[in-house]
């Protein structure tokens, strides 16, 4: 099955107004969405490691949203109701555990210091020492990926860091 998605009308309305601040990437990936491109035809086209989370962003930012899905055979069904967002992020049960957040939380300054150095990244780094919860390192995941993608080193790895963050996240 493959999922085809659209802009919302908040998307229409970046592509003219450019005041969303997305990443050249992300603008992008919101222009080659057409309502009628599933995901693997994307992936083919845009070649990129990244592609799930930068389509869980748009959508979960209210820029794009699931419009159609493909069937084994090619046959395209049109969604009379939206698909729920598609999240990245393990759901969180009611209590939070202290060591997966501690995990996440030295998973995340020690892959920056190792990769991108504490250099420009201080801030990142702080923030991610005062996030409350599992809610605020999430808030911070999508600044930790691009960070690392933004580092040679980083970007070699990224794809295998973002799972194993996603386990304790």
Do not use: C
Request: aromatic fraction near 4%; hydrophobic fraction near 40%; charge should be neutral.
């Amino acid at each position: 099955m493959g999922v085809a998605f659209a802009k919302t009308p908040k998307g229409q309305a970046e592509i003219t107004s450019k005041t969303g601040g997305l990443t050249p990437r992300q603008r992008r990936v919101l222009i080659m969405i057409d309502g009628k491109r599933t995901v693997d035809e994307l992936r083919d086209m845009l070649q990129s490691d990244d592609l799930q989370h930068t389509l869980g962003m748009l959508e979960e930012d209210g820029y794009i949203m699931a419009a159609s899905m493909t069937d084994s055979s090619g046959a395209s069904q049109k969604l009379s109701a939206p698909l729920p967002p598609i999240t990245a992020f393990r759901e969180l049960s009611g209590a939070t555990d202290p060591l997966k957040l501690q995990q996440a939380r030295n998973f995340m300054s020690n892959t920056l210091n190792a990769f991108v150095g504490t250099l420009g990244n201080s801030s990142l780094l702080g923030r991610i020492e005062q996030a409350e919860g599992h809610a605020g390192l999430r808030a911070l995941y999508d600044e930790w990926y691009h960070a690392l993608v933004m580092s040679r080193e980083g970007k070699r790895e990224a794809e295998a860091l973002r799972a194993k963050l996603l386990l304790v996240i």
